[in-house]
């Protein structure tokens, strides 16, 4: 079981562009939600998807967005990039409810610049 | 709202001296509890997860309580390592997890 998967590591962008960060959940998991880290502080919940729809937001605006797929795997878009959203994305994985907790990948670094 | 603290932000100690980490959280209507770690620039490594009808769980050197009524919850780490230097981050998950900011953890040798 190759657990929670992120792609890619790293990426640097330039303000105002537009990025895609991709994760493949942990076999057999069917939620995946995804949660922004600013440096020296805890994740931050942005929004969770369940049989590929939206199930969940924080408080991010409209400008990040995600998919998910069939196969469970799912997409997060950020638009209109911002020096701030430089941060570590982190996707998580888990059955609905998490009853057994979440398993989360090893994040991608955004660095806006 | 759900808001999650941890206390202290930052630890220091000397190898093999039990430590306490604490988290406390609002709202007492969460599914379970997980604690992570977190090495410099990695992701989340799950450390123990506590169901809300759960008291306790062990593993190794690592005992987590849940008091959910209270809104507490502590990590007491046995006989600390060098390796165990990390970032220890709790999170209540309800309608989703909310994270404290973490401990950051220092074991000297």
């Known amino acids: 079981d190759a657990g929670v998967t992120q792609s890619p590591t790293h990426l640097i962008k330039t303000r105002g562009q537009q990025v895609t960060l991709r994760c493949s959940p942990k076999?057999?998991?069917?939620?995946v939600s995804w949660y922004q880290q600013a440096l020296g502080q805890g994740p931050q919940f942005i929004f969770q998807?369940?049989?590929?729809?939206?199930?969940q937001r924080g408080n991010f605006p409209d400008r990040f967005s995600g998919h998910q797929f069939p196969n469970y795997s799912s997409e997060l878009n950020v638009n209109a990039l911002l020096l701030g959203d430089s941060a570590l994305y982190l996707c998580?994985?888990?059955?609905?409810?998490?009853?057994?907790?979440?398993?989360f990948g090893q994040g991608t670094r955004l660095t806006v610049v | 709202k759900q808001e999650v603290t941890q206390i202290p932000a930052a630890l220091s100690v000397p190898e093999g001296e039990n430590l306490v980490l604490n988290c406390s959280f609002t709202?007492?209507?969460?599914?379970?509890l997980q604690w992570f770690r977190q090495d410099p620039g990695k992701g989340l490594t799950s450390l123990l997860l506590?169901?809300?009808?759960?008291r306790e769980q062990t593993s190794g050197r690592l005992n987590a309580s849940l008091d959910k009524s209270s809104g507490r919850s502590t990590l007491y780490i046995a006989a600390s390592q060098p390796g165990d230097s990390a970032t220890y981050l709790c999170?209540?998950?309800?309608?989703?997890?909310?994270f404290g900011p973490g401990t950051r953890l220092s074991v000297l040798p």
């Open positions: 998807y369940y049989e590929e729809e939206e199930r």
């Open positions: 709202d007492s209507a969460i599914y379970n």
């Open positions: 506590i169901q809300s009808s759960q």
């Open positions: 076999s057999g998991h069917d939620t």
């Open positions: 998580a994985s888990s059955l609905p409810g998490a009853p057994r907790g979440a398993f």
């Open positions: 999170a209540v998950n309800g309608q989703n997890f909310v």
